[in-house]
């Protein structure tokens, strides 16, 4: 203002004032701007008290209120917006939708709080720009703003605290604190709220204050500016009676080239204020800066940060550290020759070019969206399955449809069966392209207890060996660059259900799975159940009976150990070894006995064989009405190569053993052919389209 006021031949200056500058209790600061002979074109009262965020938010928005007129009236060229104060956010906003042009100081800078945000809006909002120091003006080109409206002057302070250095400063020292005072054995103390923290940014006055009474040097304190939660600090200073302290002077505001002679020689100064990080640091001034409102500041060696300043013996330790210490004098901010290297820039400015922002994009690749193939490209997961025989991956589309599937024999060992994993899920990656497909992402089924947050195997079935603890999430996703979701086996299955099978649409329903083992899983309320353990669903684990044949869990009378593929298949082999297997009709082969071969005999009449499903079926049946008087699901799907043996078989158990009010229960057989690698695909083109991971 001054370097503008001082060439007054080529500019016309009008000074507008809000904000605090009008505020008793902050010093009635418009006073000082008057005093510097400056006339004040207008006054506008924009602060409504409170100081707390509400009122934050209500004093940019009264200033919106009142700023139209002032600016029609005043019909600036340029406007010169300076900082990061929410009321500067007003002005900045005020002036773009005027189409006034806007001169931001100081932007470009990077420290803690809200204020970080307002500095960064107020940039997108101005036309031109000039910072201080050489890292702000590479932020304001990463931020787009066109370089040769960028200005790097240093500063503008600086011009007038170096000037002022070598002045007579015992006069002001005496005023502030008291006549028997000497340079360097005083503090200054500037502490202001953290509006993103005040609760916390309280309580470190509050140490700050009580470190200061132990510590025992005279200190000058000023009160905090108008931010939400001043006025919780102003209690703590009152509460602790730092205004009547002999030690303490406290006020409200002190003229600028005073205040950098008490800074200048002061033995410290304490505190989250800028002009510890700037200006403090020209003159080499100790400086203790406390908590997060100014992090990302550059800094000379004279700051010591308390970053985490959460007890009053951490801060006596900074005092005693850094009180009395003299430092170099540091020039980051500044060389004292801002002011006429922004009066060089403002005559430059053109007020006829177009006042439409331009911004400077790096070069991305070329956008291919507009190509026809990539238009009509299918989108499609990448489904792996892992069964206790193969190892099965596909490619699957979003209407449920197999393009391809890979098949091969599950390796016995963990390092071969990750390799196999990957070289599978690789080359399926790459055929995509070829069937022009998008892969969304790669679903994994595995049988076992698994942590899908986490995408760890915990836990497997004695089918799929060395298959424990597994991180089968991290080496898919780095190998793929694709985002991963598993499950296991059984809990795909209702997922495949759910979007594209019998319980598309149904709230509550229950999958059983009868192959080699039984599983399941249960959807309740639209979502599956993992429970807390993540071996919800083990249906297969229910007891039906307290002394029945002995179950792979270790158990004896779980559902699978009557009606799952290996119990089948035991039974069979006793039927075939006391000769009572074997019917007219049936091939003999070779190989072992198997489940299949107790389906067929029981098919031809085999009355033994027929007894053996019979029972299989009722142990099903009992587990089945165990699992509608719990979750009380509207449908039961069965699925499995032997699902369609049982069905019968479990409809009259629910109609014999069933509540009443259960028995409504509908049970079908599941249509799906691969239940597994739906589920794992359903698990990709539901969240993936949703863009969640």
């Known amino acids: 203002m001054f370097g503008i006021k001082e060439q007054s031949d080529g500019f016309d200056l009008k000074v507008v004032v809000l904000g605090s500058h009008l505020i008793d209790d902050y010093g009635n600061t418009y006073r000082m701007i008057e005093q510097d002979d400056f006339d004040i074109n207008t006054r506008l009262h924009t602060i409504v008290r409170g100081e707390d965020e509400a009122a934050m938010v209500e004093s940019v928005g009264l200033a919106l209120v009142k700023l139209p007129d002032v600016l029609n009236r005043l019909q600036p060229d340029v406007m010169i917006v300076h900082g990061d104060r929410f009321d500067a956010l007003a002005v900045a906003t005020s002036a773009a939708l005027m189409n006034i042009r806007i001169l931001h100081i100081e932007g470009g800078e990077v420290s803690g709080t809200i204020d970080d945000s307002i500095r960064h809006a107020i940039t997108k909002l101005a036309h031109y720009h000039v910072c201080c120091t050489r890292s702000a003006e590479q932020h304001l080109i990463a931020m787009c703003e066109e370089h040769d409206r960028i200005l790097l002057s240093g500063c503008p302070s600086y011009d007038k605290l170096l000037s002022a250095h070598s002045k007579d400063y015992m006069g002001i020292l005496q005023t502030w604190l008291c006549e028997d005072v000497k340079s360097r054995e005083y503090i200054v103390a500037l502490q202001h709220p953290v509006t993103t923290n005040i609760k916390h940014s309280v309580k470190m006055f509050e140490f700050t204050l009580d470190a200061l009474i132990t510590f025992g040097k005279r200190t000058l304190i000023l009160f905090p500016n108008i931010d939400a939660g001043s006025k919780e600090m102003v209690r703590v200073m009152r509460k ?208 076992g207890r698994v942590n899908p947050g986490e995408g760890v195997v915990l836990h497997s079935t004695k089918l799929i060996q060395e298959w424990v603890c597994v991180d089968l999430r991290t080496p898919i996703s780095d190998a793929l660059h694709l985002p991963v979701w598993m499950d296991n086996d059984g809990n795909c299955a209702a997922l495949a259900e759910k979007k594209f099978g019998r319980g598309k649409g149904v709230e509550c329903f229950v999958v059983i799975i009868t192959g080699t083992g039984i599983g399941g899983g249960i959807i309740h309320n639209n979502e599956l159940i993992h429970g807390s353990m993540f071996c919800a669903a083990e249906l297969g684990h229910i007891m039906v009976s307290l002394d029945g044949p002995e179950c792979t869990c270790g158990s004896k009378g779980c559902i699978e150990a009557y009606a799952s593929g290996v119990a089948l298949q035991r039974e069979a082999k006793r039927l075939h070894d006391e000769d009572l297997l074997m019917m007219d009709g049936m091939s003999k082969s070779g190989g072992a006995v198997s489940a299949i071969d107790l389906v067929c005999a029981a098919k031809l009449g085999n009355v033994e064989a027929q007894k053996v499903l019979k029972t299989a079926s009722c142990a099903l049946g009992v587990g089945i009405v165990n699992i509608l008087h719990t979750v009380n699901p509207s449908l039961v799907v069965l699925s499995g190569v032997l699902a369609a043996h049982y069905e019968d078989g479990v409809k009259e158990v629910i109609a014999q053993r069933a509540l009443p009010s259960a028995r409504a229960v509908d049970v079908v057989v599941s249509g799906l052919a691969e239940p597994a690698l739906l589920g794992a695909a359903s698990m990709v083109l539901d969240y993936g389209t949703r863009r969640t991971y």
């Open 240 to 447: 602790k009676g730092i205004e009547k302290n002999p030690n303490f002077h406290a006020v409200k505001h002190i003229p600028f080239e005073q205040f950098i002679q008490l800074v200048a020689h002061a033995g410290l100064m304490i505190g989250n204020s800028s002009c510890g990080v700037r200006e403090a640091g020209a003159f080499g001034t100790p400086v203790i800066n406390l908590g997060t409102r100014q992090t990302g500041r550059e800094t000379g060696e004279n700051v010591l940060h308390v970053r985490n300043a959460d007890s009053q013996n951490k801060i006596i330790q900074a005092l005693q550290l850094q009180f009395g210490k003299l430092y170099p004098c540091s020039k980051i901010y500044g060389d004292g020759n801002a002011v006429p290297r922004i009066l060089k820039f403002l005559k430059s400015i053109d007020i006829a070019e177009p006042l439409q922002k331009k911004f400077c994009f790096p070069p991305v690749k070329e956008c291919s969206s507009q190509d026809i193939d990539h238009i009509l490209e299918i989108q499609c997961a990448l489904a792996v399955d892992l069964g206790g025989t193969n190892l099965r991956v596909a490619i699957i589309d979003m209407k449920g449809e197999i393009m391809k599937k890979y098949v091969q024999s599950n390796p016995k060992t963990y390092k071969e069966r990750i390799e196999l994993i990957l070289k599978m899920c690789t080359e399926a990656a790459a055929e995509s392209v070829n069937l022009n497909c998008r892969i969304l992402g790669v679903g994994v089924s595995t049988g």
